[in-house]
């Protein structure tokens, strides 16, 4: 892999370390702490998710505009301001001010750091994105384990953790991206009609992306109700971030055994997503009837073996479906697209879990996993030249 490349990595790894001490444990902190409902709790997240869907959109056009390097550095900026405040004001209602304008700060950097490895590693394909994912899951299994056993001492140290880990961040963006160079990926043959190959395009990114947002509502139970719900059947702080420290874990470790599948399946983008979401509905199906710590270990195992095959496939399409110059753009859609799941799933999670059951909420996502397998087979129908989409398609 290039230098260029490894310096994404470390950085989207030092990012996600430090917000990791902080996401998987918001619902807890505003329900537990801030004496919130869950429904309450939802509605802050769906605030956080919104503005992060804005940034995601914003950074996607500003790396498009004005290159990766200032694009990143402005969203660490704003989130480190934001975090600093929140350090020193966490109460209500200045925490749900000071997370919304993070969520903005965060949306900005992650479709450019995203469009910056596809370009400089063009040849990549697929491994570009699933480096950053790996990087990703590096900083969630430290993170959460970090966090989860710094906010069993004190919820307030939480805040600073991020805030010093956003600092390195900051420093390692200032001193190692300002040089990295992302020409844009590649153009359409001069015989093809440009603006109808590039409408065509963004119409089936947009239909693999309804499904991906459902993905992503379900998905995002286990940092809102399931969450939750772990600690009624109590499952302590501890246990909880151990959780996610095994599905980076996995996730890392799991890379050998990903690639092996994946050259039996001949890097069919779309089959993988599909096996994906398949996997994903075993283990809403497990988590559904777990009751003990067990049980949910056995659901986050398979939910990771499931993201392994979804997560980076969806932003590798959009590369391939990207026009010259519009990188940034498909890659804002696809990051706001996560974050508009996450935006959505609190909400829907905590209405669901609040006047219904548990019961109900996991049937319901079970369908949304139903519906997302119906838009993945059918989003590239429209494509012309019609031609399957592989990890090579790049």
């Not at 490349?5 to 989207?12: A, D, E, K, N, R």
């Not at 790894?13 to 619902?27: D, E, K, M, R, Y």
């Not at 605030?47 to 950074?59: D, E, M, P």
């Not at 909420?361 to 397998?373: E, G, S």
Request: a positive charge; hydrophobic letters at 50%.
């Amino acid at each position: 892999m290039p230098r260029a490349l490894w310096l994404l990595i470390i950085g989207m790894a030092v990012n996600v370390i430090g917000s990791s001490f902080l996401w998987p444990l918001n619902t807890i902190y505003i329900h537990d702490h801030l004496g919130k409902s869950l429904s309450v709790a939802g509605i802050v997240l769906m605030l956080n998710s919104g503005s992060n869907v804005i940034g995601n959109l914003y950074g996607g056009h500003l790396f498009d505009k004005m290159g990766g390097y200032k694009s990143i550095i402005l969203g660490i900026g704003i989130s480190l301001l934001a975090l600093i405040a929140l350090s020193i004001w966490h109460n209500w209602p200045q925490y749900v001010v000071f997370l919304t304008i993070l969520g903005f700060g965060t949306g900005i950097i992650f479709p450019a750091m995203y469009a910056m490895a596809g370009s400089v590693w063009k040849e990549g394909g697929r491994k570009s994105f699933n480096a950053l994912y790996v990087a990703q899951n590096v900083g969630v299994a430290i993170g959460a384990s970090l966090g989860g056993i710094v906010a069993d001492y004190s919820f307030q140290l939480i805040f600073l953790a991020n805030t010093i880990m956003y600092i390195i961040f900051l420093l390692i963006a200032v001193l190692g991206y300002k040089g990295i160079s992302a020409d844009t990926a590649h153009e359409e043959p001069k015989d093809v009609n440009v603006k109808a190959v590039s409408r065509m395009n963004l119409q089936a990114l947009m239909i693999l992306c309804s499904g991906y947002l459902l993905c992503w509502v379900s998905y995002s139970q286990w940092i809102t109700t399931i969450a939750s719900y772990t600690q009624e059947v109590h499952i302590t702080l501890t246990q909880y971030s151990l959780l996610w420290t095994i599905n980076g874990a996995i996730i890392v470790l799991g890379q050998p055994f990903l690639n092996g599948i994946l050259k039996v399946l001949n890097s069919s983008l779309k089959l993988q997503i599909l096996i994906g979401i398949g996997i994903f509905i075993i283990s809403f199906i497990v988590a559904a009837k777990a009751s003990a710590f067990s049980g949910f270990l056995a659901a986050m195992i398979i939910l990771s073996i499931g993201e392994m095959f979804v997560w980076p496939a969806v932003p590798t399409v959009a590369f391939a479906l990207a026009p010259k110059g519009r990188e940034g753009y498909y890659q804002g859609i696809v990051n706001s697209t996560a974050t508009g799941g996450r935006m959505i799933g609190p909400v829907l999670g905590g209405l669901l879990a609040d006047h219904y059951n548990m019961s109900t909420l996991f049937t319901v996502l079970i369908l949304l996993f139903i519906i997302a397998i119906g838009t993945t087979l059918v989003y590239d129908r429209g494509l012309l030249p019609k031609k399957k989409i592989t990890a090579k398609t790049i």
